[in-house]
């Protein structure tokens, strides 16, 4: 089977939009909220951020699934859809403030920063509740992704985040993990789209290829000391090495004529959305690799 390289990222008009001002507005000192899903790289963009000496960095805790819940116990206490009251977000900042409050207690640092993995509607939410917080949206491509979960998965998808997928592409875990993507990727999208004041685009070939620079993009648009964060930490097993570094996924070959027609079609919507090249349709050959680096949007 012939094999190939996808060609470099071409620009994303919006998605450049969406760093410039990021990049120059710096948000305030709020609240700061990764979102991501399974082996995007978050892990990578959580131990950065806990090495500056402000962020007390957790995960996994539930407190935004917790606003959300608890808004919608108040719209139906109150009989009333749109914004939340005065009374019902008085209420949910005092139980998710008590929380924050003794999370950050102990740790010497001031400000709350949470990895989650939580559907970007209870980040909704918690913007309601907390206007000032600061969304880092992580995305990974998806042939990235795909090679990574295989890889995390050789036994097959039944008990990892792509379980569900598996259940509708049985035998097929490429054109699973694919539909895992694209089902995560959309709405993070399009939640940047509505909030581009409140978020900031992080992609994880960025970060893996250009890390002083994504660094100082972060530290503005987070309005942290870029000079002052402690030593970065080294990365976690959902990230690979750098470019340039040995990295056994680099050689390992995406059969694209396992994905479906239509999905093949979604995926490269999205793609193209954030500055990736189009993976191949049915019928084309495996592609190794995507070169290592990839176009940041907006790039020449």
């Not at 007390?56 to 914004?83: D, F, H, V, Y």
């Not at 009251?85 to 102990?106: D, F, H, N, Q």
């Not at 054109?175 to 993507?181: D, K, N, P, V």
């Not at 004041?197 to 870029?226: K, M, T, W």
């Amino acid at each position: 089977m012939a094999t190939g390289r996808l060609p470099a990222a071409g620009p994303a008009p919006d998605n450049a939009g969406l760093r410039s001002r990021a990049a120059g507005h710096p948000g305030p000192r709020g609240p700061v909220i990764v979102l991501g899903y399974g082996h995007s790289g978050v892990g990578f963009l959580g131990g950065l951020l806990s090495s500056y000496r402000e962020l007390a960095c957790t995960s996994g805790t539930g407190l935004l699934p917790l606003c959300e819940a608890a808004a919608a116990t108040w719209r139906q206490i109150e009989n009333r859809a749109g914004p939340l009251s005065p009374l019902a977000l008085a209420s949910i900042r005092a139980l998710t403030g008590s929380l924050i409050t003794t999370a950050l207690a102990g740790t010497g640092k001031v400000r709350w920063c949470e990895i989650a993995f939580a559907h970007p509607r209870c980040a909704e939410t918690f913007l309601e509740v907390y206007p000032s917080a600061r969304i880092l949206c992580v995305h990974r491509s998806c042939p990235d992704v795909i090679r990574s979960g295989i890889r995390a998965n050789p036994w097959g998808l039944a008990d990892s985040v792509f379980g569900s997928f598996a259940v509708g592409y049985p035998g097929n875990p490429v054109a699973a993990i694919a539909a895992y993507w694209a089902a995560n990727t959309e709405p993070l999208l399009e939640f940047e789209r509505a909030h581009p004041g409140a978020c900031h685009q992080v992609r994880y070939e960025d970060l893996a290829g250009r890390l002083n620079q994504v660094r100082a993009e972060i530290s503005a648009f987070l309005s942290l000391d870029p000079a002052r964060p402690a030593q970065l930490p080294l990365m976690d097993d959902d990230m690979r090495p750098a470019p340039g570094e040995d990295d056994p996924a680099d050689g390992a070959q995406v059969p694209w004529d396992k994905i479906p027609q239509p999905l093949v079609a979604v995926v490269n919507r999205l793609m193209g959305r954030m500055g990736y090249p189009p993976i191949p349709g049915p019928g084309s050959a495996s592609v190794s690799g995507l070169d290592g680096v990839v176009s940041p949007p907006g790039a020449s």
